[in-house]
Every structure is written in C-alpha cells, then in structure tokens.
C-alpha cells in the first residue's frame, strides 16, 4: 500500500501541482483548502505524512492547523513539512520545530529537494 500524503494550501494551482508530482512518485496525495477544520478532517485522511504551505507563518489558519497537528496525541506523531518563505522568524522557530518532526522547507523550492524531503521523512 502506497504511502499517504495530505496536502494544504490555499492555493488549487499549488494542490493540484502538489498532487501531480506527489501521485507520480507512487504516493497517495489527499488534499485540503484551508483552513482545516478540526483534527477529524486529519484522522479521516491517516496520513503518514503531511505538508503545510505558510505564505505568511503566523496567519491564524496556518498557525492553528499546525498546533492542531501538534498538540493532539492522535496525529502528533506525523512527520510535517513546512514550506515556508524565508524569514528572521523562519530561522527563529527551526530548531524548536525540528525537534517536534517538523521541517521547514524554503519558498520558493526546489522540486527534487522537496521530493528528497518527502522520502526521508516517510520512507
């Protein structure tokens, strides 16, 4: 059975590329609009692995979806990327996310970079 990705973003252009490079590399691609609405729309999507596009970290959307990943027992455990635009904030919470199974990937990426992301943290 093929690993299972869930993918969020506000943008349908960036879920539907998402989702296309994803699902050729073999993976199970779920995507979801934000905002998420609770830990149940995660639960019903069991991923092993979830990415989150932050345009601006501390929108309350983006920030909520994490703490929701974070702070329930049920899905703290999934690995979670990041992809976020470089900031002083993205360097300031690196190392505090990294120990919770979160990595922080710069935007714009690199395609294969993000893909070598995907395979560490899942495989």
Request: overall charge negative.
């Amino acid at each position: 059975m093929s690993k299972r990705i869930l993918v969020v973003d506000d943008s349908p252009v960036i879920l539907d590329l998402l989702h296309d490079l994803l699902s050729d590399e073999g993976y199970t691609v779920i995507t979801q609009h934000y905002p998420v609405e609770g830990a149940d729309q995660i639960r019903v999507a069991a991923p092993n692995l979830i990415i989150l596009d932050y345009w601006q970290l501390f929108d309350g959307s983006r920030w909520t979806a994490l703490e929701l990943i974070r702070h329930n027992p049920e899905l703290e455990q999934i690995p979670t990327i990041i992809c976020i635009g470089i900031t002083d904030a993205h360097l300031m919470i690196q190392t505090p996310l990294q120990q919770k199974n979160v990595v922080l990937i710069s935007k714009p990426f690199n395609v294969d970079d993000l893909l070598d992301m995907v395979r560490l943290m899942i495989n």
